[in-house]
């Protein structure tokens, strides 16, 4: 029988637990990580709180002014304690608009030399923490940014209000330049940027028409690509209607002098955005860029110009780029001449030197049949332009695969709907003899010339579509012959034939429903190989293309 151990008389609640040597196992790492950020947090409390003590020391008591440099040092403290530098950040900025409130920083003309002195320094502290603000707005980290743009803007008006200094020696001389000139440079700004576009500029005129002088100084020169895009991407993202009805100006700063009509901001900040403009223009762009503001032209940009002949360098020199770049100025060019009644007769010519055989193998061949529906829309055009569009296109067609086809025909069916007076060239005759004869006829049409008025194509026919009557693919043979019917549908619409390809058009042929099977010849042949004795005439195809014998 096993024996239970004897206790041992000493009382157990007495005796002292044996110390162990502290344990190596990996696992009690991330109890003491834990307890070191916990003793971290818990440091990071007491020095907000001291800092919490320091602003309210210093704002109850001048006798504590000597401690602003201090809590200005947790303030660029920010690349190891953002939090901590954060807090002190807002702090200070609450210290100052208290100071500036009540007077203190301002210089009174029969002050004592002891307060001018204080004064004198106190403004001296002031830079120094603005210049930390403006550290932290060129930081990578988004909060960071938010915090500094948002404290500049809050000093920025409370030195006009508090201070007395004109509203246009702030937004000139003042941190303002800085604060643009900074959140154009930085290239970690783009949070930065929506916010000083959306709670700022957008809604302010004062801000919005400083804020286009400082761009413009910015972008005077020579600029880095890296400034150019975020000058671009700002502005980008600054959608305000120009064309609203003019009133009582908003602003951020209000103005010292009221006898200055309220209007003039709302007048006078369209010149300076087309100044802006014109020197963003004359810089070396890129193709991203170009393609950027084509994209902005006709509601972000045109609206602001006075002169919009001014746009036509950029415009002109933007299409000869070729691609998609010349689709994207003509658009911008169009727009100006119908909505701005801007004078510029090159406009047919230069489209119509777009119809290249390259278009309707291209992937923007899309984008270039609505605008070019677009483009030639209007009835009160010339029916010897229309015919040249449509002759090319015709010719074009000839070389073209089926996608590009089955597009072509019903925008030729649309524009001789349009224009009545080119259905000449579908039902012309043949009036030479040698064409009479079928030995063929000179086409009128002038392939080679540039000016789409001096093609000679309304005297010519559009043979071309007849040609692809009997085109390969049915589809393309199909719709080819709607020209030489009648006229009875009002219109196709584009959309349903602009988005073909040749995956498209081979799916559509895969999964038709097939209602009859196809045969290949009228009657079954008894033999496949060898000739049929009793009727040779009845001999299958095959024997009759080659000699199994």
């Given amino acids: 029988m096993a024996v239970i151990p004897s206790v041992s008389s000493e009382d157990s609640t007495t005796r002292k637990r044996k110390k162990h040597p502290p344990t190596t196992d990996p696992g009690h790492k991330p109890l003491a990580k834990a307890r070191k950020l916990e003793k971290n947090g818990s440091r990071t409390a007491k020095v907000e709180e001291k800092i919490l003590l320091l602003e309210s020391q210093i704002v109850d008591s001048r006798q504590h002014y000597n401690k602003i440099p201090t809590l200005i040092r947790y303030c660029q403290d920010h690349h190891e304690h953002s939090r901590r530098a954060i807090t002190a950040a807002v702090a200070v900025c609450r210290t100052f608009s208290r100071l500036m409130a009540v007077g203190i920083m301002s210089k009174s003309r029969n002050a004592p030399e002891n307060e001018v002195v204080i004064v004198q ?103 880095s690509q890296e400034v150019l895009d975020n000058v671009i991407s700002l502005l980008n993202s600054l959608a305000y209607d120009v064309g609203k009805e003019q009133g009582t100006d908003r602003l951020y700063i209000a103005k010292s002098d009221q006898s200055r009509s309220s209007i003039s901001l709302h007048i006078t900040q369209q010149k300076q955005a087309q100044e802006l403009w014109l020197k963003i223009l004359k810089n070396d762009l890129t193709r991203p860029q170009r393609k950027t503001i084509l994209g902005m032209m006709t509601l972000q940009i045109a609206p602001w110009f006075t002169r919009l002949e001014l746009l036509l360098d950029f415009l002109t020199d933007s299409f000869n780029a070729g691609g998609s770049m010349s689709l994207a100025a003509l658009s911008g060019l169009f727009h100006l001449m119908q909505e701005k009644n801007l004078d510029f007769p090159q406009f047919y010519p230069k489209l119509y030197s777009l119809l290249s055989p390259d278009i309707l193998h291209s992937k923007h061949r899309s984008r270039f049949f609505r605008l070019l529906d677009t483009f030639l829309s209007s009835t009160h055009l010339p029916v010897a332009l229309v015919a040249s569009f449509i002759k090319r296109l015709s010719r074009l067609a000839l070389s073209a695969p089926p996608s590009g086809i089955v597009v072509v025909v019903p925008w030729i069916y649309n524009l001789l709907r349009n224009h009545p007076s080119c259905t000449f060239m579908i039902h012309r005759k043949l009036e030479h003899s040698a064409a009479a004869t079928g030995g063929g006829m000179d086409d009128p049409f002038d392939m080679a010339e540039s000016d789409p008025m001096e093609t000679n194509a309304i005297d010519s026919s559009l043979w071309e579509i007849q040609s692809l009557q009997t085109h390969y693919h049915p589809n393309v043979a199909t719709i080819a012959k709607i020209i030489s019917e009648p006229f009875t549908k009002q219109a196709y619409d584009l959309e349903d034939f602009l988005d073909h390809s040749y995956s498209s058009m081979l799916g559509a042929e895969l999964t038709k429903e097939m209602k009859k099977t196809p045969v290949v010849e009228y009657e079954i042949p008894k033999k496949i190989f060898l000739r049929n004795t009793d009727s040779p005439d009845k001999d299958s195809l095959l024997l009759k293309l080659w000699d199994f014998s």
């Fill in 121 to 223: 320094w106190l403004r001296r502290q002031f830079e120094v923490y603005r210049s930390i603000l403006l550290d932290l707005l060129a930081s990578d980290d988004p909060t960071m940014q938010s915090t500094a743009l948002t404290l500049l803007m809050r000093l920025l008006k409370e030195e006009a209000e508090s201070l007395g200094l004109r509203p246009e020696k702030v937004w000139r001389d003042g941190a303002f330049p800085s604060i643009v000139l900074g959140i154009a440079n930085s290239a970690s700004s783009r949070e930065a940027r929506e916010e000083f576009v959306g709670k700022y500029m957008q809604p302010y005129d004062d801000v919005r028409y400083y804020g286009f002088a400082c761009l413009s100084d910015i972008c005077n020169g020579s600029p």
